[in-house]
């Protein structure tokens, strides 16, 4: 009996997460794995989870494509990226 609580408690908490983590920009599956497993702790990580969406961008200069600023690679070319020596673009929630 007390297994079945414990596992309906956590399978509340990993959908919490993933949620959770999922508006933040990050993996559903992810957020809810690790909030299934530690169910006050994973929860408490994806609230202060930082948001993707404020994250500022950087233009590669090989291909062109818009990378996340603190890349070090480009994940399309391969091209090594270095902090400060392209221009940070501002995130998409600040440009509209």
């Given at each position: 009996?007390?297994?079945g609580i414990y596992?309906?408690?956590?399978?509340?908490?990993?959908?919490?997460?993933?949620?959770?983590?999922?508006?933040?920009?990050?993996?559903?599956?992810i957020w809810a794995?690790?909030?299934?497993?530690?169910?006050?702790?994973?929860?408490?990580?994806?609230?202060?989870?930082?948001?993707?969406?404020?994250?500022?961008?950087?233009?590669?200069?090989?291909?062109?494509?818009?990378?996340?600023?603190?890349?070090?690679?480009?994940?399309?070319?391969?091209?090594?990226?270095?902090?400060?020596?392209n221009e940070l673009?501002?995130?998409?929630?600040?440009?509209?």
């Amino acid at each position: 009996m007390a297994g079945g609580i414990y596992v309906s408690i956590a399978v509340g908490f990993a959908l919490a997460g993933g949620i959770v983590g999922k508006l933040k920009g990050s993996s559903f599956f992810i957020w809810a794995v690790i909030s299934g497993v530690a169910p006050g702790i994973g929860l408490i990580a994806a609230i202060l989870y930082r948001f993707e969406d404020d994250e500022p961008r950087q233009r590669c200069p090989a291909c062109g494509r818009i990378c996340m600023g603190y890349d070090a690679l480009c994940v399309r070319c391969g091209h090594e990226l270095q902090f400060g020596e392209n221009e940070l673009l501002a995130p998409p929630s600040q440009r509209a």
